[in-house]
């Protein structure tokens, strides 16, 4: 018992100020060496992303294969997923570094660990809203949700904005079709709107109007039609209803910025980029997001493609697609345990040592005399 509450008064205050000392130089070596290590759901996410990289390939040969040559300025990569900016079925705006940036088949890997934090588990229903606005981000969620075992159940919208899929002989829908006809992934659109402005290209001409019933037509998908985008959004959700058969919905997927899918412009940005568990205060109109979010369904949101490239390490405006596996979305920094634990056995072992012994005495070098009774014990405190 002596040994636990009592310590000899040789062990002086400036000798546990050294092992203190010693104690902070162990937590900076610990903090300046980590180490690289797998984060959760690697080999889903590699998995995802090898198969985002072959669906790239395959949308690059359709391309070459109609005639569609790749502009070197828009596209520098030279991926085919970064359409002209300006087609009769272009929509609005579209920012060109973020359609860049999301030509990066490690977005894949992005959409599978937001699925998995969000509960998405093997056989789950998810719902998922995509235009053609990004399409490299919609092989991203497809392949993402086959690799995690999930049912997609999609509404695609036809027309996209500036630099998406914008080529009237290449959208969205037969980005779609050609890549199950080659076997990348097996998910297709249960049905389809025009997109645009109210999701029913008011915006359009009567040629771009023309270009994506086409387009619909000859990808054989249901088109959704309605008189407001108030009506669009009950269309989409009756057309998701229909499809789930009545099976809960575990997530809302959401690609780009739909009006029907995720409000109006206003709304859009309220909406955060990743995981959304509870609609935003201030919407001003409703949406599908917003409905389902209402009944419990969380929103996976991929906007601001930009600030999700930043969070999870992938390359802003790439000059090349990216290899699989690349970014922090895969391996990233942690505190080495062998390091720490060495380090936390030299503090306890120094501690020991000092309080139990005359190290600390011999170290500290001193030879004054000892003043008598200075070997009495003193309580610890």
């Known amino acids: 018992m002596k040994g636990i509450y009592w310590r000899p008064q040789r062990t002086s205050p400036r000798q546990l100020a050294v092992v203190a000392f010693l104690s902070v130089l162990g937590l900076l070596f610990v903090e300046r060496f980590p180490v690289k ?26 391309r070459l294969e109609l005639g569609v040559p790749v502009d070197p300025d828009a596209d520098p990569a030279g991926s085919g997923l970064v359409g002209p900016e300006d087609t009769p079925i272009a929509s609005v705006y579209g920012h060109l570094p973020a359609k860049r940036t999301s030509v990066n088949p490690n977005f894949a890997a992005v959409a599978v ?29 497809y392949v993402a949700l086959e690799a995690l075992g999930a049912e997609a159940v999609v509404i695609a919208s036809a027309s996209a904005s500036e630099y998406g899929a914008t080529y009237p ?7 779609e079709r050609v890549l199950q006809e080659n076997g990348v992934f097996s998910t297709r659109a249960v049905a389809a709107s025009l997109g645009g402005v109210d ?21 054989a998908r249901p088109l959704l039609t309605a008189e407001s985008r108030e009506q669009m ?14 099976r809960p919905t575990a997530v809302y997927v959401n690609v780009g910025g739909g009006s029907a899918s995720v409000g109006e412009e206003g709304d859009r940005g309220r909406f955060r980029p990743g995981i959304n568990r509870s609609p935003p205060p201030g919407l001003s109109v409703d ?16 906007t601001h493609i ?11 405006n790439p000059r090349q697609v990216p290899a699989p596996g690349m970014g922090r979305v895969f391996v990233g920094p942690a505190y080495s345990r062998l390091a720490a634990l060495v380090v936390f ?15 600390g005495q011999r170290l500290g070098g001193s030879s004054a005399a000892k003043a008598p009774g200075s070997d009495a014990p003193e309580q610890m405190v």
């Open 37 to 62: 290590v797998r984060r959760p759901y690697y080999e889903e996410k590699l998995a995802a992303a090898r198969a985002a990289r072959q669906a790239f390939e395959q949308i690059l040969l359709r």
């Open 113 to 141: 660990e937001l699925l998995r934090e969000a509960g998405v588990e093997r056989g789950d229903v998810v719902a998922v809203g995509v235009s053609g606005s990004f399409p490299a981000l919609n092989i991203a969620v």
């Open 169 to 175: 002989e290449l959208t969205w829908l037969d980005m």
């Open 345 to 359: 056995g030299l503090i306890v072992f120094a501690l020991w040592a000092v309080t139990r012994f005359d190290v």
């Open 233 to 246: 959004v009950e269309a989409r959700l009756r057309a998701l209803e229909a499809a789930t058969g009545g």
């Open 287 to 302: 949406s599908v997001a917003s409905e389902l979010m209402k009944v419990g369904v969380p929103l996976v949101n991929f």
């Open 306 to 316: 930009q600030d999700l490239a930043r969070r999870f390490g992938l390359p802003q």
């Open 199 to 219: 999701d029913l290209a008011l915006g359009h001409s009567k040629r771009g109007r023309e270009l994506l019933r086409a387009a619909v037509d000859r990808n």
